[in-house]
């Protein structure tokens, strides 16, 4: 049996599969595999912010090798970037081999490496650990958040700024600062006023 390792670049997929040898295989997402889709409905703030997840059209054919691998694999190794990111990729990818049911009698492990050197990679594979739900929480949050925000505000900035490409999370926190400091100077009235210097004893 194999064991199904899975990075995000094909790059680091080539090198890390010399280091560990013919029982492991090792097969690259290309980055994300799921978003939300651009249309209403995909986050619901009244169904506990439930959201809709559509799998990305180039990553099809990636994910059916995936999961063609998994199915025969004795254990697959989540081994994308050690970042939200990548925690994200992990558990995105976990839960369409989940949905696929592809994972009978498969162990699932997540381990991360900051360096692509035999050394560190063996020492990752030696201390596996479950995906950090915390960081999917950050990373569900941060997605949620720009959706509810950007597909509002979107739309505006496309009215007043045409070739204005989209508008999320940090984008409307400028916009606040932008509209306040603006306010301000509207409010602002004009007084007449002296500076007067004096030199006293």
């Not at 013919?22 to 169904?47: C, I, M, Q």
Request: proline share 4%; net charge neutral; with cysteine.
């Amino acid at each position: 049996m194999t064991h199904l390792v899975i990075v995000e670049s094909p790059a680091k997929a080539k090198t890390i599969n010399k280091y560990l040898g013919r029982n492991y295989e090792v097969l690259a997402s290309f980055g994300h595999v799921r978003d939300l889709p651009s249309k209403d409905g995909s986050v619901d703030p009244d169904a506990d912010f439930a959201m809709l997840w559509e799998l990305d059209g180039k990553a099809t054919k990636r994910m059916s090798d995936i999961a063609a691998a998994a199915k025969g694999s004795e254990t697959v190794i989540l081994a994308t970037d050690p970042d939200r990111e990548g925690e994200a990729i992990s558990w995105h990818i976990l839960e369409i081999l989940k949905n696929r049911r592809v994972l009978k009698d498969v162990k699932v492990e997540r381990v991360t490496f900051n360096a692509i050197t035999k050394q560190a990679v063996e020492e990752a594979m030696a201390h596996p650990r479950p995906i950090d739900q915390a960081l999917v929480d950050a990373y569900l949050a941060r997605r949620a958040l720009d959706y509810l925000v950007g597909f509002n505000l979107s739309p505006v900035l496309w009215r007043k700024l045409p070739g204005a490409r989209s508008a999320g999370r940090v984008q409307s926190v400028a916009l606040r600062l932008v509209c306040d400091r603006e306010m301000e100077i509207e409010r602002f009235v004009a007084r007449e006023y002296w500076s007067l210097v004096a030199t006293l004893r």
